[in-house]
């Protein structure tokens, strides 16, 4: 279990989770304000990891403002900050950080191993989230969105449901991809995608509209 809450994510992780000085303890790593523990020394940092408590289905860890479905399960390793919602038949993995006021929706799987899910983000229900995940704040993931390994979403990202995507992509912030759309590649600007393979929402309706014209004309060919 130490072995697996020594691991931090790089730039993600340093933004949601500030480190205390060493030798303040192994959960201080992830709990609480890390600048004040920092002011304050380790008795600052024990103060905010005493605001944390073993949640007993699973092994990991919940703030006590936290509101966890008791039949969730967030493993040892897991995070669970101040405010977040965990609903029914949850899965948080091990090494995931839940931030502040963040909500998940029933039966949604998150992965394990450094996934990050930023502050105030809200997912629905079913929703698959693999291992590696960076989720920036205030993100709207509606159901049955499945997420690949080491995907990175920037903040305000909005994705329809059942949007796929695929494992190492990145998607810049304040995109928003329609329901169905599949993410191969990198997202690099803001602004509206659709389409399997996701493409500029423009660019997408019109080919939507080409497929149809195409269609009719095969048909009356016929």
């Given at each position: 279990?130490?072995?697996?809450?020594?691991?931090?994510?790089?730039?993600?992780?340093?933004?949601?989770?500030?480190?205390?000085?060493?030798?303040?303890?192994?959960?201080?790593?992830?709990?609480?304000?890390?600048?004040?523990?920092?002011?304050?020394?380790?008795?600052?940092?024990?103060?905010?990891?005493?605001?944390?408590?073993?949640?007993?289905?699973?092994?990991?860890?919940?703030?006590?403002?936290?509101?966890?479905?008791?039949?969730?399960?967030?493993?040892?390793g897991a995070?669970?900050?101040?405010?977040?919602?965990?609903?029914?038949?949850?899965?948080?993995?091990?090494?995931?950080?839940?931030?502040?006021?963040?909500?998940?929706?029933?039966?949604?799987?998150?992965?394990?191993?450094?996934?990050?899910?930023?502050?105030?983000?809200?997912?629905?229900?079913?929703?698959?989230?693999?291992?590696?995940?960076?989720?920036?704040?205030?993100?709207?993931?509606?159901?049955?969105?499945?997420?690949?390994?080491?995907?990175?979403?920037?903040?305000?990202v909005t994705?329809?449901?059942?949007?796929?995507?695929?494992?190492?992509?990145?998607?810049?912030?304040?995109?928003?991809?329609?329901?169905?759309?599949?993410?191969?590649?990198?997202?690099?600007n803001p602004?509206?995608?659709?389409?399997?393979?996701?493409?500029?929402?423009?660019?997408?309706?019109?080919?939507?509209?080409?497929?149809?014209?195409?269609?009719?004309?095969?048909?009356?060919?016929?």
């Amino acid at each position: 279990m130490a072995a697996i809450l020594r691991r931090t994510t790089a730039k993600a992780a340093a933004e949601l989770l500030p480190r205390p000085p060493r030798g303040a303890g192994w959960l201080a790593r992830f709990l609480g304000d890390g600048a004040s523990a920092a002011s304050h020394g380790n008795t600052g940092v024990m103060a905010s990891a005493a605001e944390f408590v073993p949640w007993r289905n699973g092994g990991g860890v919940l703030h006590r403002a936290a509101s966890v479905d008791p039949t969730a399960v967030v493993e040892a390793g897991a995070v669970v900050h101040s405010g977040a919602v965990i609903g029914k038949e949850v899965v948080v993995g091990s090494g995931t950080v839940v931030g502040p006021s963040v909500s998940v929706g029933q039966s949604t799987r998150i992965g394990w191993r450094d996934t990050i899910i930023g502050d105030a983000t809200k997912i629905d229900n079913l929703v698959q989230i693999g291992h590696n995940v960076v989720i920036g704040k205030c993100c709207m993931i509606c159901g049955q969105v499945g997420i690949a390994g080491s995907a990175t979403l920037g903040d305000y990202v909005t994705l329809g449901g059942r949007v796929a995507i695929r494992d190492h992509v990145s998607i810049a912030s304040k995109v928003r991809l329609a329901a169905n759309s599949l993410a191969t590649k990198d997202i690099q600007n803001p602004g509206d995608y659709g389409g399997f393979p996701a493409v500029p929402v423009n660019e997408w309706r019109w080919q939507t509209v080409n497929l149809r014209l195409l269609s009719k004309k095969h048909v009356v060919r016929r």
